[in-house]
């Protein structure tokens, strides 16, 4: 991260939220800003003395104090002044400087911050699957929007990057309610039980929402031209550079880079970058996961809610009644009424059942276990603890068979040797194995400019001739093909 000069600097801007005389400075330029909200801009001292003595809470307001407040925001760039010359009939009055006041963009912007803080669990937040389809359309207009004018492209710029930051603020602030400490402990009371199942059924209308749309962004952003991105963020750049602005330094290439680092933002939400999973998808996680503590906790209290009940005079009366059946076929038709479900699953599978007779009953044969897993993504089977064995003897008993097997394959190999010579021509039918080990043992000789390797055991060879113009024919048990008549050199181990 690149710390640039102003972020070192102090705001004074924002110094009058927690200073000596807040209480007087805060419902200023909360009345600039309702004034600034309905076009008026500019205030004169009177007025604005006029305003906060309405209020019981300023009934000991005196007019220098007003000045000294307005002066003080002044001085740290809340309020822009200007001496109003239009009325002045004598240099005293010049003198004196009646000023009007109007608030400054800055202060504009902190005003709105706190707003929106005061508001924050008042107006609280929602998830909007309309949203969702919004940016599907406007993505699905990308290409069109591109060759239309500046204008409508920069409209169409900025109803996608609204939708796209309302969605996901709007879905942090949501799974931050559900998150918080007062949302557990609500989970665990009774009452939500009335509330969960339309949470439930809003959480998923959200997720079929985003199933529904976020495939078909994800595809339409992975099939879009590079140079189409490229004209856009251009076209938009050279837009907002032609604005007029007063007083404002603007500077091409960072606003370039602010509207390609959303553009980049936008395709990792729904696309992902570099294998790496996209926002949306975890977005699905969470939500999906947060239906399952609601409906873990509902479980949970109904389960609590039964624990108090006493049903020893039930369990007795059942017991009378099941003294009372006749036999055992009696007494099976009542435990399927007391244990069984109102409404029972029969389960279908290719079950091997002992007997074929269509009389036998679920009684008379032996049950059949069937492991059910539960369907979720993050599901992973438990590693089942035992101790730890000594395999020592079958290690031992591998190493010598492998040592074996490798001395059995060298043997079959250099049987195939004469007189340290291996002619393909004069080779006799082979198995797969040894083929390919003859073939390895060429290959790394002609890749080397001396045409010399060595075999696993270290042994020197190398080609007699590489460029060799005759064929043979090598013949082996899984076919046969042509090949160029090599001989292979084996040199003498020295000791």
């Known amino acids: 991260m690149k710390i640039q000069e102003k972020m070192r600097k102090p705001m004074l801007e924002a110094k009058y939220l927690n200073v000596e005389n807040t209480d007087r400075y805060r419902p200023i330029i909360r009345l600039f800003y309702l004034k600034y909200e309905k076009l008026k801009y500019w205030l004169y001292q009177e007025e604005v003395f006029e305003e906060l003595k309405e209020d019981p809470y300023f009934g000991s307001y005196t007019m220098e104090q007003c000045q000294q407040d307005l002066t003080a925001l002044a001085s740290w760039g809340n309020l822009i002044t200007i001496q109003d010359t239009r009325k002045v009939n004598s240099i005293e009055e010049f003198k004196n400087k009646k000023f009007r006041y109007q608030l400054s963009e800055t202060a504009v912007e902190i005003e709105r911050m706190v707003i929106r803080v005061e508001n924050l669990f008042i107006e609280g937040s929602s998830l909007e699957p309309t949203l969702l389809e919004r940016l599907r359309i406007n993505f699905g207009r990308l290409e069109e929007m591109v060759s239309k004018n500046p204008e409508k492209l920069y409209g169409w710029w900025n109803d996608l990057n ?253 049987s195939y040797i004469k007189d340290n010579r291996l002619e393909f021509s004069k080779l006799p039918i082979l198995e797969p194995q040894v083929r390919d080990m003859f073939l390895l043992w060429l290959s790394k000789a002609l890749e080397k400019k001396n045409s010399r390797a060595k075999t696993e055991e270290g042994q020197t060879y190398y080609i007699e001739k590489t460029d060799v113009r005759e064929y043979c024919t090598l013949n082996c048990t899984d076919g046969v093909f042509q090949m160029p008549a090599y001989t292979i050199i084996f040199e003498e181990e020295k000791e």
């Open 162 to 414: 609204n939708d796209f930051i309302r969605l996901n603020q709007n879905y942090q602030d949501y799974m931050r309610e559900l998150n918080s400490v007062k949302a557990e402990e609500m989970m665990k009371t009774k009452e939500f039980l009335l509330f969960k199942d339309r949470l439930i059924e809003y959480l998923r209308s959200f997720v079929k929402g985003l199933q529904a749309n976020v495939s078909a962004i994800e595809q339409k952003l992975w099939n879009i031209d590079k140079t189409i991105v490229t004209k856009l963020v251009e076209q938009v750049t050279s837009y907002e550079l032609s604005i007029p602005r007063i007083d404002v330094e603007v500077d091409e290439k960072m606003i370039y880079d602010k509207i390609m680092g959303r553009w980049e933002s936008m395709v990792e939400w729904f696309a992902g970058k570099d294998g790496i999973q996209s926002e949306a998808g975890k977005v699905f996680d969470t939500t999906n996961e947060i239906i399952r503590k609601i409906t873990r906790y509902a479980a949970r209290i109904s389960e609590m809610s039964s624990q108090g009940a006493n049903r020893r005079e039930e369990y007795k009366k059942v017991a009378q009644i099941f003294s009372e059946c006749r036999d055992i076929q009696e007494a099976h038709r009542l435990a399927a009424v007391v244990f069984g479900i109102e409404k029972p699953l029969h389960l279908k599978g290719a079950i091997q059942r002992e007997t074929d007779s269509i009389n036998s009953g679920v009684y008379e044969e032996n049950p059949c276990v069937l492991t059910l897993t539960p369907r979720i993504r993050t599901y992973r089977e438990k590693a089942k603890r035992t101790g730890i064995r000594d395999h020592s003897r079958e290690k031992e008993e591998m190493r010598i068979a492998e040592i074996e097997k490798q001395e059995k394959e060298r043997k079959l190999l250099k």
